[in-house]
């Protein structure tokens, strides 16, 4: 090594003092300066933590998610496939066992996917800023990174890992079933074809806590915590007749089953669209008896296509009625997938974070007060992230700001270096 070149290893932050070259720039560590190539330093996340003026670590958070941790999972998998490849005799290589050794480690990218909403929107606000804009792109001109923007590079692990289960389907198409090969690569489809699926599951389910969080909003006169508090998902929604004790007094109402809970609200008797929050039943509590059509003993009243919510330990029953036989059977139906929707998240150790939560209520509070209309009785509203993702062309830059100032965009201001007075030092070192 040179004198002036700036020695370093894998993992140490490099300080940039100037970047006018494209090839090297120049540098320190510690006490330490001198000159370095510019290709050795990666993209955006490493300069973003670099301008604490800039980025708070809870933005980066949300920004990049775990993709270091993908990273370095890639890294592995990528070591484990070049060991596979026989480069003399490519058609021999053997690859399906890698994927099978990592396909638990994949399921990473399930808390990537379901964070990449929340990274578009806290982009799509720091973009609304001009110095964040310039910054993002000075990031990609340094690195000489393709024409695309950073929400397009955040979007790529989530291609990537639905890309997987096409590949190996081409990789089995093209494999001789004598091949040694053969059965490890369709188990390796079959394998990465569940971690895409446990992925889409799980991204479903998070979309579906923002619906549910602005159906809320959307009730008049709630009462008691929040839904997404014990549930995140619609299991099945109706109307349906409830008889109370003790007079049998029955009553119109509309229900809705959540994982963990059912809701119970009363239409407005003018306006039909309104919805009023009445109540709720814990249904961790409850076992559903069907009942037969004719006198109810509890009751003591004559009933038709009913069933009874009956509570283990206070012995409370609830009795329903339905308008037809058909709706009574997909209640019991529902019934019995809320329960297993339970026993899957369980098992498979689904939850949704606080934050995850809050931001939902947060975002629902937004949209109420813009005078989104009152009671929608249906969880089909459209999420604002899916548009801004389908925009992927990267910010444009005003002519009339000089490239070499978008270049020191991405580094804080740094007193001007001594040894950059005379460029032909850099010679030696592109030889």
């Given at each position: 090594?040179?004198?002036?070149?700036?020695?370093?290893?894998?993992?140490?932050?490099?300080?940039?003092?100037?970047?006018?070259?494209?090839?090297?720039?120049?540098?320190?560590?510690?006490?330490?300066?001198?000159?370095?190539?510019?290709?050795?330093?990666?993209?955006?996340?490493?300069?973003?933590?670099?301008?604490?003026?800039?980025?708070?670590?809870?933005?980066?958070?949300?920004?990049?998610?775990?993709?270091?941790?993908?990273?370095?999972?890639?890294?592995?998998?990528?070591?484990?496939?070049?060991?596979?490849?026989?480069?003399?005799?490519?058609?021999?290589?053997?690859?399906?066992?890698?994927?099978?050794?990592?396909?638990?480690?994949?399921?990473?990218?399930?808390?990537?996917?379901?964070?990449?909403?929340?990274?578009?929107?806290?982009?799509?606000?720091?973009?609304?800023?001009?110095?964040?804009?310039?910054?993002?792109?000075?990031?990609?001109?340094?690195?000489?990174?393709?024409?695309?923007?950073?929400?397009?590079?955040?979007?790529?692990?989530?291609?990537?890992?639905?890309?997987?289960?096409?590949?190996?389907?081409?990789?089995?198409?093209?494999?001789?079933?004598?091949?040694?090969?053969?059965?490890?690569?369709?188990?390796?489809?079959?394998?990465?074809?569940?971690?895409?699926?446990?992925?889409?599951?799980?991204?479903?389910?998070?979309?579906?806590?923002?619906?549910?969080?602005?159906?809320?909003?959307?009730?008049?006169?709630?009462?008691?915590?929040?839904?997404?508090?014990?549930?995140?998902?619609?299991?099945?929604?109706?109307?349906?007749?409830?008889?109370?004790?003790?007079?049998?007094?029955?009553?119109?109402?509309?229900f809705f089953l959540f994982d963990h809970q059912l809701v119970c609200c009363k239409k407005d008797l003018l306006r039909r669209d309104i919805l009023y929050y009445k109540s709720r039943i814990n249904m961790d509590d409850m076992e559903i008896l069907d009942v037969e059509d004719g006198k109810d003993k509890d009751f003591n009243i004559s009933v038709k296509n009913a069933f009874k919510l009956h509570c283990r330990d206070t012995e409370e029953v609830h009795l329903f009625c339905a308008k037809k036989p058909e709706q009574k059977q997909r209640w019991l139906k529902a019934f019995e997938n809320e329960r297993r929707q339970v026993q899957l998240d369980q098992e498979t150790g689904f939850s949704i974070t606080e934050v995850q939560k809050k931001q939902a209520m947060l975002n629902a509070?937004?949209?109420?007060?813009?005078?989104?209309?009152?009671?929608?009785?249906?969880?089909?509203?459209?999420?604002?992230?899916?548009?801004?993702?389908?925009?992927?062309?990267?910010?444009?830059?005003?002519?009339?700001?000089?490239?070499?100032?978008?270049?020191?965009?991405?580094?804080?201001?740094?007193?001007?270096?001594?040894?950059?007075?005379?460029?032909?030092?850099?010679?030696?070192?592109?030889?």
């Amino acid at each position: 090594m040179d004198d002036q070149e700036l020695g370093f290893k894998a993992g140490d932050v490099i300080e940039v003092m100037d970047a006018t070259n494209k090839e090297w720039w120049w540098g320190r560590i510690l006490d330490s300066e001198g000159w370095f190539p510019a290709s050795f330093v990666r993209g955006y996340i490493k300069q973003c933590r670099k301008r604490a003026d800039m980025f708070t670590e809870e933005q980066l958070k949300t920004i990049f998610g775990n993709i270091e941790d993908i990273y370095r999972c890639q890294k592995k998998f990528v070591k484990a496939l070049e060991k596979k490849f026989n480069k003399d005799h490519p058609h021999l290589s053997e690859v399906g066992s890698c994927f099978l050794e990592y396909q638990t480690e994949f399921q990473i990218y399930s808390e990537y996917c379901n964070n990449h909403p929340n990274a578009c929107m806290e982009l799509s606000r720091l973009t609304k800023v001009n110095k964040y804009v310039y910054f993002f792109e000075a990031c990609r001109l340094l690195q000489k990174m393709i024409d695309i923007s950073l929400d397009g590079f955040l979007l790529t692990p989530v291609q990537k890992i639905c890309k997987y289960p096409l590949q190996l389907a081409e990789l089995l198409k093209y494999t001789n079933p004598q091949h040694r090969d053969f059965k490890d690569v369709e188990a390796a489809l079959n394998a990465m074809k569940n971690v895409a699926r446990l992925i889409n599951e799980r991204k479903r389910r998070l979309e579906n806590i923002d619906k549910i969080a602005q159906w809320q909003s959307s009730i008049e006169d709630w009462e008691g915590e929040d839904v997404l508090v014990r549930s995140s998902e619609l299991i099945y929604s109706g109307e349906l007749t409830k008889i109370s004790h003790p007079q049998a007094k029955s009553q119109q109402r509309m229900f809705f089953l959540f994982d963990h809970q059912l809701v119970c609200c009363k239409k407005d008797l003018l306006r039909r669209d309104i919805l009023y929050y009445k109540s709720r039943i814990n249904m961790d509590d409850m076992e559903i008896l069907d009942v037969e059509d004719g006198k109810d003993k509890d009751f003591n009243i004559s009933v038709k296509n009913a069933f009874k919510l009956h509570c283990r330990d206070t012995e409370e029953v609830h009795l329903f009625c339905a308008k037809k036989p058909e709706q009574k059977q997909r209640w019991l139906k529902a019934f019995e997938n809320e329960r297993r929707q339970v026993q899957l998240d369980q098992e498979t150790g689904f939850s949704i974070t606080e934050v995850q939560k809050k931001q939902a209520m947060l975002n629902a509070s937004k949209q109420h007060h813009t005078g989104k209309p009152k009671g929608e009785s249906h969880l089909n509203i459209n999420r604002p992230y899916y548009d801004f993702l389908m925009r992927q062309k990267h910010p444009t830059l005003p002519t009339t700001l000089p490239q070499q100032q978008v270049f020191m965009l991405a580094e804080p201001k740094r007193k001007p270096s001594n040894f950059w007075q005379n460029i032909s030092r850099l010679t030696p070192f592109r030889k």
